[in-house]
C-alpha cells in the first residue's frame, strides 16, 4: 500500500513538472517563430513571459536582441547585462552588449585600477558561479586522487608527484571557489543599474530643489550607493562621479 502512494505521489509530481514545463517550451517556440518573423514586439512580449517563470541567460539575450531591434537600446543594455551577469563568459552576449552601448550617449572613462583587480575580474568573469563550482569540485576530486597517490605510491618519485599535484589541485580548489562566490555574490547583490531614460538629470541631494551635477542619457550603467529612500537612489559612475537619481529613471539589472 505504501509503495502505491509514493508511486502516486511521484506520478502526481511529474504531471505538476511537465505542466509547467510545457507552457514555457510552448512560449519559447512562439516567440522564436514570431522573432524570425521579424515581430520584434510580440516576441519581446512571450519571452517577456518566460523571464517571469525564472531567469536564464538564453532568454535575456534574446529580450536584448528584441529590444535592440525595436531601437530600445537602453533596455538591450538591460537585458544583456542580466545575460551578462548569468553567463559572463559568453562571446556572444559581451560582443552585442558592446555594439549596443556603443549607440548610447555619455562616454564614462573608468578610473584607473590596479593590474591585479583588473586581472581579478577578468579571471572571475570567464566562467558563471555554476562552472567555477563544477571546477572546484573536479579539482578537489584531483587532488584527493593525487593524495591518493602519494600515501600509496610505492616509488618515492610517484609519491613526490603525487604530493606536488594534491598542493596544486588544493590551490586550484580555493582559487576556483573564489570565484564561484565572487559571480554568487554579484547576481545576488545587483547594485548594477541602466539608466532607462531619455535622460536623466543627477542631483546632489535626494530632492528636485538640489543642485543640478550632471546629466545622464538613456543606456548608461551607474552603481547603486544607497537604494533606501523611496523616489531617489544614490548612484555612482565608474569614472567616480555620484549623485542622487530619481528611482523611476533606472532599473537594478
Known amino acids: 500500500m505504501k509503495r502505491i502512494i509514493i508511486s502516486f505521489a511521484l506520478l ?3 504531471f505538476i513538472v511537465n505542466a509547467f514545463a510545457l507552457p514555457v517550451d510552448s512560449l519559447k517556440a512562439e516567440a522564436d517563430s514570431l522573432y524570425a518573423k521579424e515581430n520584434y514586439e510580440g516576441a519581446c512580449k512571450q519571452y517577456l513571459r518566460i523571464a517571469k517563470t525564472g531567469e536564464s541567460a538564453a532568454i535575456c539575450y534574446n529580450l536584448g536582441n528584441c529590444y535592440y531591434r525595436m531601437d530600445d537600446i537602453a533596455r538591450a543594455i538591460l537585458w544583456y547585462e ?3 551577469l548569468l553567463s559572463p563568459g559568453d562571446e556572444d552576449i559581451r560582443f552585442n552588449l558592446d ?3 556603443s549607440k548610447t550617449i555619455d562616454r564614462v572613462t573608468p578610473r584607473h585600477e ?3 583587480v583588473t ?3 577578468s579571471m572571475t568573469n570567464l566562467m558563471s558561479a555554476d562552472a567555477w563550482g563544477r571546477l572546484s569540485l573536479a579539482f578537489f576530486i584531483l587532488c584527493l586522487l593525487s593524495l591518493a597517490i602519494y600515501i600509496y605510491g610505492q616509488q618515492i618519485w610517484l609519491r613526490k608527484t603525487g604530493f606536488t599535484l594534491a598542493i596544486l589541485f588544493l590551490l586550484a580548489t580555493l582559487v576556483g571557489n573564489i570565484c564561484a562566490w565572487s559571480q554568487s555574490n554579484r547576481q545576488q547583490s545587483r547594485t548594477g543599474a541602466i539608466v532607462i ?3 536623466a538629470v543627477v542631483k546632489s541631494t535626494p530632492a528636485h530643489s538640489g543642485s543640478d551635477l550632471f546629466v545622464l542619457h538613456e543606456g548608461t550603467r551607474v552603481e547603486v ?3 533606501t529612500l523611496n523616489e531617489w537612489t ?3 559612475l565608474a569614472d567616480g562621479k555620484q549623485g542622487w537619481i530619481e528611482k523611476k529613471n533606472i532599473e537594478v539589472i
Open 225 to 227: 550607493r544607497d537604494n
Open 82 to 84: 542580466r545575460a551578462a
Open 114 to 116: 590596479f593590474f591585479f
Open 99 to 101: 555594439m549596443a552601448r
Open 234 to 236: 544614490e548612484v555612482s
Open 197 to 199: 531614460s531619455s535622460s
Open 12 to 14: 502526481h509530481i511529474f
Open 119 to 121: 586581472w581579478y575580474r
